[in-house]
């Protein structure tokens, strides 16, 4: 059994920074023990009687890793750690029962703040995804009294933008740090365009940011790069061919005539981001007519069948998101090859693991132990989801070179999309360049 020495100086820290802060975000990269570095905290907490318990509201997939990640550590075993699960009756009868900290799902947390839970502390895992709608029930106080601690971990606290931070920040402090009113926080730091709707960072506005949070952040410095073989992104292009291309400019300027408002940008670059992937789908309507999914000139998909060719034996992993692409590839690969059981593909059965890529990007390991390449059916809008996906392989224990293999259309949205994902970058070298200890 792991014991509390058997912590590294980097982790000894943040759980001296979250001890001592009343408002905490941990940032710290994939694999570096955010949950034993939490599960200390509280520990040392409850023994202090700063706080008398806590909760845990984290992704569905990971309740149950909490618990068992207490179970493997000396100095954490004694907690009694409940995973809130069921339907609501359930929870709330399991939350009544009394525990050390509760585990609770982000998408069930509002039905826990309604019961008495007598919690004080609070842990958020995946802040980033928390600071969305899921989380508007989690308030200063709730019927379970006033949360005097928080935490909330994340890998990637800029991914997206820094107009996520407000919420993050709003989340864990109340408005101290920047404020309580987010239209003046978007007033203050960003300019709009025309649309009223995409945002972007005035001069030395991220700097500006950063010096107000600084209180609230610990960043456990990311040293995969040192302590990792090396990791290799290929960008494989290729064109689109003609008849998807007229499919392609046809819709681009169909869209732009009709003159769609800001609002719907997000269904007009979907149904760019389609055509280029190799499918669209048209929604029919009305009592008798069905939604269709029509497949175009299948060159992607070729293209992904080459990287399988190559890999000469090796296993691999393919991401995708839309539940098309996972059709045609399950059409045009051999049975034989392939597996969407994460477990089997990991006990050797199958060469490829198709994976939809949220679904691996938190609570998944051993992939790092059995593949070592990794392709990428079409770019991701989030840098959030590409660097958990791929981090999945690029991880404590992997031994070999990792390659991740992005399949690229050119001239199409696709290009967008690697650009932005670059920028969203940027935005994480400043917050780490800030925060570097």
Known sequence: ???????????????DHIFSNNASILVAPTGAGKTVICLTAVAELIKAGVIKRAIVACPAK????????????????????VALTGDPVQRVATAKGGADIFVVSLNNLDSLLSVNHGADGIIVDELSKAAGKQTKGLKTKSKGGCFVWRVGMTATPVAQNFEKLYGMCR???GGVALGTNKDKYLQQYFNVDYSGYN???????????????????????DTKE?????????????DMPDDSRDIYETMKKEMVVKGIPAVNEAVKSGKLRQIASGFIYHERGGMTGADVTETLDGDRVRHAQIWVDNLLGARGVIFYEFVAHLDVLKYTMSPMIFTTDIEEFKAGGKQILLAQINSVSHGVDGLQDVAHKALFYHPVWSRDAWEQAYGRLWRTGQKFPVDITTLICNDTLDDIVVSRVEDRGDYMKLFAAHFKK
Do not use: C
């Open 226 to 238: 040192q302590d990792l073989p090396p990791i290799r992104h290929i960008e494989q292009r290729f």
């Open 171 to 173: 989340i864990l402090d």
């Open 1 to 15: 059994m792991l014991k509390y020495s058997d912590l590294t100086r980097k982790q000894d820290s943040a759980i």
């Open 62 to 81: 990971v309740v149950s890793v909490w618990a068992k990640e207490a179970a493997k550590w000396q100095h954490t075993k004694h907690l009694n750690v």
């Open 199 to 221: 945002y972007t960072l005035r001069h030395n506005a991220g700097q500006a940011i950063l010096n107000k949070i600084d209180h609230l952040v610990h960043m456990v410095e």
